[in-house]
C-alpha cells in the first residue's frame, strides 16, 4: 500500500546572517550605516523640516530661514560632509544590504517581514526622490544660496505640476516612516530597548513621531500650494517678501 508523502517544503534562500563583533569589516560597514540614519541624516531631516515649515508663515519667513542657512560659517562643507556623503553612503549600502537578503512574506507573512519590505521599499523611495530633489532645487535653476527671496517661488512653481506635487506627498509619507521605523531599528539594534515589552512600548512612540512628522510635512507642502501665497514674486529681497507677507497678513 502506497504511503502518502508530504510535499516538500518550500527552500527559502538564507537571509543576512546576524552580524557580531569580530565578524568582519561589515559589522563596522552596517554600524555605521545605522548611526548615520539618525545622525547626521536623521537630524538633518528634522531640521529640514522645521526649516520647511517657516513656510507656513509665508514667502518672507521661508526665505530668510534660507538666508539664514547659507550663512552659516563653512556652509559647503557642512552640505557635504553632514548631508550629502552620509546620505550617499546610507542609501547605497542599504541597497546592498537589500540585495544581500530576503523578506518570506509570501511564505511567512509576519509583521517583521514586512516591516523589512516596507522599510527597504521606501528608502528606494526616499533616495530617488532626495536625488532629484537635491539636482532640481539646489543645482538647477536660480541658485538658492545667493538668491533666497526666490526659494518659495521655486518650490511654489515645481509644486503647481500635479506630477510633482504628487510624488512630494508620496515621498513625505514614505520618509517620515523610514525614519520613524528606522529610530526604532536603531533602538533595537544598539540594545536600547532590551526585550519585547520595551520595544512594543517604543515602536507606539515611533509611530505616533511618524505621525507628527508626516503632518508637518503636508503641512509644509500645503503652505506653497495654498492660494494665500499665489502671487509671490518669482525672485525678490527677503525684505520686499517682508512687506508682502505683511500685505497679505493684513
Known sequence: MATAQ???APKLRAGVQPLRAAQGTSFL????HSLLGIIPIGAFFLEHLLSNFEALKG??????????????PLVRVLEWVFIFLPILYHGLYGLYIWFRGKSNVVYY????NWMYVAQRWTGLIAILYIGQHVLRQRFMGISLPENPGAAFAKVQHELANPFMLAVYVIAMIAICWHFAY????FAAKWGITPGEVARKRFGYACAAFGVILLVMGLASI???????YANTPEIAPVA???TLTHTVSS
Request: aromatic share 18%; proline share 10%.
Open 240 to 242: 520686499m517678501l517682508q
Open 109 to 112: 507573512p509576519w509583521a517583521g
Open 29 to 32: 560597514w552596517r554600524k555605521l
Open 59 to 72: 514667502p518672507a519667513a521661508y526665505g530668510a530661514q534660507v538666508k539664514f542657512l547659507n550663512s552659516l
Open 222 to 228: 500645503w503652505a506653497f500650494i495654498s492660494p494665500k
Open 182 to 185: 528606522g529610530i526604532w531599528l
Open 6 to 8: 508530504n510535499p516538500a
